[in-house]
């Protein structure tokens, strides 16, 4: 049950950047109706991956690479501006472009989901929980996509506390790369008295806070001066 709440929770605040991007496509074929079906689709699809990655995270530098590029996310999420849009409905259907649809849906989803992916990967052991985890999530984020949007559009810190979140588990995968094993327990006896992991998470978290408030405050003084 605890691995299921924490699955549940990392896809929740993970994905409510992303479902600008999903909903978006969504919203613009909503008369195709296949909010469950892209949901079960992107459930089964999320576990998948999520199952490829812990497999190879044993790999030296894997963590390492993957924490880079989750660091980029976290930063890229906390100082970016989002803004709502609107979309016009095509008056066709048909099953061929139900398909097309989900399969956008699909790819889209691999190129926005690492963030949640790697950090799942790394505190779930059963295929259970990760599957109903990333179910439920996806259940409430795409049955109350406006709601979702309209949050991540009108208030600027979920954001910051979703990117600050990615961010410190992006640290926390970095530094328990195998590469990094030797280095760790050499600082680990220097330092007894010091948990180095949590702390350099914990800094992260403070240092993506910083950047994206200060990024908010620069943005919202262009606009004022526009």
Known sequence: MNELVKVFLVTLVSDIDNMLILGALLRKYTHLKITLPAIIVLTFARAFYVFIIKSLLDIPMLQLLMGIILLFIAFKL?????????????SYQSIFIKIKVLSVLAATDFLICLDSV???????????????????????SLLFLPLVIKLATNFFWINIIAGAFIAQNAVIGILKDPVLTDWLTTMNRLFPDMNLINMTANGAIIIFIIIGVYSYIKHQRITIHK
């Open 78 to 90: 906390v100082s970016k501006t989002i803004d709502g849009e609107s979309f016009t409905r095509p």
């Open 118 to 140: 790697v950090i799942i990967a790394g505190i779930s052991q059963h295929v259970e929980a990760v599957t109903l985890g990333i179910f439920t999530s996806l259940l409430i």
